[in-house]
């Protein structure tokens, strides 16, 4: 009687699973992330396209707060209770999470031969052997500008230094417009737009970071202490209480037509896109002479790696492999115009001002913040340090040659290159 009923159940179990009725349920992953401004663009283009390829897997878009998400995840992450797709800020501290064994090693992940070395170090292991996170994209820095009022006083883009110091000295005897509009009264503004910006032109790009961390090369030497004599050349140029002046106050006054060129991070585009009311154009770092190798920081800010106690690991890879695709650089870096992907295969931009800054990559060479990778886990902090000076060289508390020694000698108190 037993094996008669036994045979029933499992006859009509077969009979179940073949019309249909029972199937395996859809596997969901949560994706970490500080991007909160991104979540319209994640549920309604990259969600989409991602499920309609890959049925049976459910994405879900779970962004926090970008000054929580750091103590946030590693706290989700130490109790276990972390997505499986974490969202990755370059160089160190997800160093730190790989080095804690939570997030996995993805070297052989396909897909991540679309990258080249330079576009994994933010998210490999000092000696390059070891990725943990798939690269999505960078920031380029440069200057972004008011096509109108350089257009009514005649001002050509310039390419060289003269020329940008004739660009600004024009402006100011006109007095319509702030010649530039940064403040230094929030310390990053002035390092991030002003001397990691302009500074890969006297360091030249790689070939100084590297010798910087090999030791082969101080911040004392004369191509670190040049960026700051430039930046310590713009005061006059940055209006009138420009040491009060906040990051958004920097924005506004841009935005609003009373400055006419903005020290610039690509991030500012859909911003500026959705503020400005003039025509604007942006030009890279010039060079210090005509002829000049021309330089760019091209900086990494944000991959996605596989939270290493992930239940769905599998369908995590499948997700991770797809970021790493053609079709995902496109869709991600013409949704948010400004973060460019790091994929090998070009991406061709549908906004012309995100076109411009891309566009660079050719010409110039690409860098990415000295500050960022070994140079800054130590203290003092080099990033914080030169957050300071580069705002002291500009107020004139602080000579370049001062603001130099003071970060060699903060950075020889604690490290020793590796002989």
């Known amino acids: 009687m037993k094996n008669t009923a036994l045979k029933s159940l499992l006859l009509a179990s077969s009979l179940l699973s073949s019309a249909g009725l029972v199937h395996a349920a859809d596997v969901t992953l949560t994706v970490e992330s500080w991007r909160n401004d991104d979540l319209q663009i994640w549920q309604e283009k990259i969600i989409p396209a991602f499920e309609a390829k890959n049925p049976g897997i459910k994405i879900v878009f779970s962004p926090t707060a970008p000054t929580e998400y750091n103590a946030s995840l590693n706290a989700k992450l130490d109790a276990g209770s972390a997505g499986d797709i974490i969202t990755c800020r370059p160089f160190d501290a997800s160093r730190e999470l790989f080095n804690k064994k939570q997030l996995a090693d993805i070297t052989s992940l396909p897909g991540m031969e679309n990258f080249s070395p330079v576009a994994k170090a933010a998210w490999s292991t000092d000696d390059g052997k070891s990725t943990f996170c798939v690269p999505m994209a960078s920031v380029i820095h440069g200057f972004i500008y008011n096509k109108d009022a350089f257009d009514k006083l005649g001002i050509s883009v310039p390419k060289t230094q003269d020329e940008f110091y004739a660009a600004l000295d024009k402006i100011k005897a006109d007095g319509t417009y702030i010649p530039l509009a940064m403040g230094t009264k929030d310390l990053w503004e002035a390092a991030t737009m002003g001397y990691q910006n302009i500074g890969p032109n006297y360091w030249k790009g790689e070939d100084g970071r590297a010798a910087l961390i090999a030791g082969k090369q101080k911040l004392t030497d004369a191509e670190w202490v040049k960026p700051f004599e430039e930046l310590a050349k713009w005061?006059?140029?940055?209006?009138?209480?420009?040491?009060?002046?906040?990051?958004?106050?920097?924005?506004?006054?841009?935005?609003?037509?009373?400055?006419?060129?903005?020290?610039?991070?690509?991030?500012?585009?859909?911003?500026?896109?959705?503020?400005?009311?003039?025509?604007?154009?942006?030009?890279?770092?010039?060079?210090?002479?005509?002829?000049?190798?021309?330089?760019?920081?091209?900086?990494?800010?944000?991959?996605?790696?596989?939270?290493?106690?992930?239940?769905?690991?599998?369908?995590?890879?499948?997700?991770?492999?797809?970021?790493?695709?053609?079709?995902?650089?496109?869709?991600?870096?013409?949704?948010?115009?400004?973060?460019?992907?790091?994929?090998?295969?070009?991406?061709?931009?549908?906004?012309?001002?995100?076109?411009?800054?891309?566009?660079?990559?050719?010409?110039?060479?690409?860098?990415?913040?000295?500050?960022?990778?070994?140079?800054?886990?130590?203290?003092?902090?080099?990033?914080?340090?030169?957050?300071?000076?580069?705002?002291?060289?500009?107020?004139?508390?602080?000579?370049?040659?001062?603001?130099?020694?003071?970060?060699?000698?903060?950075?020889?108190?604690?490290?020793?290159?590796?002989?």
């Open 235 to 419: 005061k006059p140029y940055l209006g009138d209480g420009f040491e009060a002046q906040t990051y958004s106050d920097s924005q506004n006054l841009f935005t609003l037509g009373r400055a006419a060129i903005y020290p610039a991070g690509s991030w500012e585009i859909s911003i500026f896109n959705s503020q400005a009311q003039f025509k604007m154009g942006a030009f890279p770092p010039p060079v210090p002479k005509a002829g000049d190798t021309g330089y760019i920081s091209d900086h990494p800010d944000i991959g996605v790696g596989l939270n290493a106690k992930s239940t769905h690991a599998e369908e995590a890879k499948k997700f991770l492999s797809w970021v790493a695709s053609p079709e995902f650089a496109d869709i991600y870096a013409n949704s948010l115009p400004g973060f460019f992907s790091l994929n090998s295969t070009p991406v061709k931009m549908s906004d012309p001002l995100a076109q411009e800054f891309v566009s660079w990559r050719g010409p110039y060479k690409s860098t990415v913040r000295s500050t960022y990778q070994i140079l800054s886990r130590g203290t003092p902090n080099l990033e914080n340090e030169t957050w300071v000076e580069s705002a002291n060289v500009i107020n004139g508390t602080d000579t370049p040659a001062v603001a130099a020694k003071k970060l060699q000698d903060g950075l020889d108190s604690w490290y020793k290159p590796a002989k």
